[in-house]
Structure formats: C-alpha cells, structure tokens
C-alpha cells in the first residue's frame, strides 16, 4: 500500500461505511515500511465502538467489510506459493486434475492475463480485429475519449491483473486505485508495480499451460496502486474521486443498483462515472430477480436509483454521451474464446452545491 495513496484517499472502515458511517482508518504502529509502500501491517478503524482491523498482506491492503468470510475462502491462496516453472506447474496441474481450485485459479489468471498483457509478448497489429489481446484496453480507450482528463483520483473498480489501472495511471498527476476482491488475479498486478515483472499462466488447451513472464515496465506506475476491497461497500469517503470505471463488473456483482449508488458516492462534484457491462448475468454472483437483460432495464434501473442518489449528498448523474457498444473478447484457450458486445456507459455526477460544502 502506498504512502501517496494511504495519504491522499484516506480510507474508511468498509464494515462501519455498511452502517452509513465514515469512520478513518489508520495505519497501526509497527508496519513494515518499504520504498515508500506499507508491505505488512495492520489499518484499524478509529471509531471505538469498531477499532476492527484490517490486514496489509504483501502490499495489499484487505478492505473488505467481511473480513472473516473473506480470509475463509482466499487464505489458502494467499499463503499458496508460486509455482512458475513450467514443467512443475504442468505436473501440479495434471496430478490435481482440472477441476481442482489450482486449474480454475488458472484459467482466470490465463484470461485475463492474455488481455490484459498477451501485446508484451506478440505485439498486437495497428487496427487488429476484436481476436487481438487487448480488448480491454480498447474498451477503455473508447470510454476515455468521451471524458476530460483526470484532474484527481482515479478509481478501477474490478480491475482484475491491473492492466486497465496502469493504462489510466500512465500520464496521470493523482493516485490511480485499482480494486478486485480476486486475490489470484489482484497479485499478478501487485507484482507489476512491485517488482516489473508480469507472470501468469497461458492455457493451451485441455488442462495444458505454459506459463509466460516478462519483465516490463508501465509509464506512471508509481501512481497505480491496488487493493482488495469490495465495489459495493468502497472502503472511501463520499466525494473522494475524480473519476470511477466499472469495466464488465455490473454483472459481476449482487447488487448492480448499488454499485452505481456507491461509484456514484465516492465521486466528488462534476466526477466521472464509467461503466462497460456485457449483460452476462449468472445466478452465483446476481439473483436472477436483480438481472438486467436489455439497455432499457439498464436505463429503467438507473432511473429507479434517482432518490438513492439524491441521499447520497444530493447526487444526480447526467448521462455525457449516448450508449454505445464495442465488442469484448476473452480467450480460454488456443481453441476457443467468448465474443461479447459491451455497452458502454458514461456519465458525470452533479452534486447539490451545499451538499459538497458540508462533505469538504
Ligand atoms: C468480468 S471481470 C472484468 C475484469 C476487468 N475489468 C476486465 O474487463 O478485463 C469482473 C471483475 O470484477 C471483480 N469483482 C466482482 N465482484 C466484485 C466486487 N464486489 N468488488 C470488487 N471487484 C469485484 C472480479 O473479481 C473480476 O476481476
């Protein structure tokens, strides 16, 4: 965790913010200091009827509101050691088989891996087809155009292996967060910024990988930084970011309706809101009654949550352009990949004038 990031986004309790409270947190004597970043520690909430706390784990920060139910399901993966070389990993892989939590661990780190960092090893063509790795990238490119530049920070929320954080942190003057609750996907942007390497696992095909490194370095990564925390309980005081992106998260999420309400939140008058969604719902992470299947529910969801954002301080979102779509690629494996449109959301948050002086 970064001292710039710590100091200048001042994080909040996420267990007090589910109580509507914005309790600080502060970082407890005795962390682990190195190059500027807290590297192991502890940040505890300065209310006293809470003082939970929370732990930085090889740099990251875990904000979660539930921590308990967090540490029970990823514990294991945080104390899971590296395995890199190929030939051990394919070993590791066979023996478990390719249903085991290692292989699926796997097939994520490959996807996202491929798109987000697959142009650090075939550099992909000037005007390639959607197929090219990088379509990410080119999904925030198109949403980009239609902002101003960040004049402060800059939240990704579900950022995954961090390429799209490090993409708005290049050229940027504030700190760029980039938020996952995926801790196999959130190291491999960890390691970037910490040690300019960028490793993961490429699925071949059936239960085959070959892992692929580089070393590589990203202009403005002392911007980037990247934490666990929840999107829908951001662990930040109202009006604390310039501009937020929600990139393929909405369905994604239990509650896509809060997610805007707390995007919406932590942005400070005339912030920036993007969202790109695929509409690809499934029942294990949204209840299928909270599904959104066409951009008309989206609109009529957005238009449902005007009273929720107007308690918010007073928050209204204008839309900045109209709807667009841009396909959304992601690989599985040499033989296979899934095409989606992404719509593509923007719009900026107006603030109730006396609302942001009793926030500041
Ligand atoms: C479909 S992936 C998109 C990843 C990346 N934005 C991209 O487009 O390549 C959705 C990401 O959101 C993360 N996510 C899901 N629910 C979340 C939540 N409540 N808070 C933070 N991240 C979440 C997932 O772990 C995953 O990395």
């Known amino acids: 965790?970064?001292?710039?990031?710590?100091?200048?986004?001042?994080?909040?309790?996420?267990?007090?913010r589910?109580?509507?409270?914005?309790?600080?947190?502060?970082?407890?004597?005795?962390?682990?200091?190195?190059?500027?970043?807290?590297?192991?520690?502890?940040?505890?909430c300065t209310a006293q009827d809470c003082a939970q706390a929370y732990p930085i784990i090889a740099g990251t920060p875990i904000l979660v509101p539930d921590l308990p139910s967090w540490l029970s399901a990823n514990l294991h993966l945080v104390l899971e050691s590296e395995v890199e070389g190929t030939d051990a990993e394919a070993v590791i892989g066979a023996a478990v088989g390719p249903d085991a939590a290692f292989n699926v661990?796997?097939?994520?780190?490959?996807?996202?891996?491929?798109?987000?960092?697959?142009?650090?090893?075939?550099?992909?063509?000037?005007?390639?087809?959607?197929?090219?790795?990088?379509?990410i990238r080119r999904l925030l490119a198109a949403v980009r155009a239609l902002l101003k530049p960040a004049d402060g920070p800059v939240l990704d929320i579900g950022c995954a292996v961090g390429r799209t954080t490090l993409d708005l942190a290049a050229g940027a003057s504030a700190p760029v967060l980039g938020i996952d609750l995926n801790w196999q996907l959130l190291k491999i942007a960890r390691r970037a910024i910490d040690q300019g390497v960028v490793s993961y696992p490429l699925r071949r095909v059936g239960n085959r990988f070959e892992r692929r490194s580089v070393r590589a370095s990203f202009p403005g990564a002392?911007?980037?930084?990247?934490?666990?925390?929840?999107?829908?309980?951001?662990?930040?005081?109202?009006?604390?970011?310039?501009?937020?992106?929600?990139?393929?998260?909405?369905?994604?999420?239990?509650?896509?309706a809060g997610l805007v309400c707390e995007m919406s939140r932590a942005l400070s008058g005339e912030g920036e809101l993007a969202l790109a969604t695929p509409f690809d719902w499934a029942s294990h992470a949204?209840?299928?009654?909270g599904w959104?299947?066409?951009?008309?529910?989206?609109?009529?969801m957005l238009a449902g949550i005007k009273d929720a954002l107007a308690g918010e301080g007073g928050r209204r979102l204008v839309s900045i352009?109209?709807?667009?779509?841009?396909?959304?690629?992601?690989?599985?494996?040499d033989r296979a990949a899934v095409h989606y449109t992404s719509q593509l959301l923007t719009f900026r948050c107006s603030v109730d004038p006396g609302e942001i002086a009793q926030e500041t």
């Open 222 to 256: 002392n911007h980037a930084d990247f934490w666990i925390a929840d999107a829908l309980a951001l662990p930040f005081r109202s009006g604390t970011f310039r501009q937020a992106f929600a990139m393929n998260v909405l369905d994604c999420v239990a509650d896509p």
């Open 292 to 300: 959104l299947e066409s951009p008309v529910a989206l609109e009529s």
């Open 321 to 333: 352009a109209p709807p667009a779509e841009q396909p959304w690629h992601v690989r599985l494996h």
């Open 105 to 135: 661990a796997r097939q994520q780190q490959s996807t996202y891996g491929h798109d987000h960092y697959g142009d650090l090893f075939e550099p992909v063509p000037v005007g390639s087809d959607a197929e090219a790795a990088g379509s």
């Open 286 to 289: 949204t209840n299928p009654s």
């Open 18 to 44: 589910l109580r509507r409270r914005e309790a600080p947190l502060e970082l407890a004597p005795g962390a682990m200091m190195q190059d500027d970043a807290a590297w192991t520690g502890v940040l505890r």
């Open 1 to 16: 965790m970064r001292r710039l990031h710590f100091e200048t986004l001042k994080p909040v309790c996420p267990a007090c």
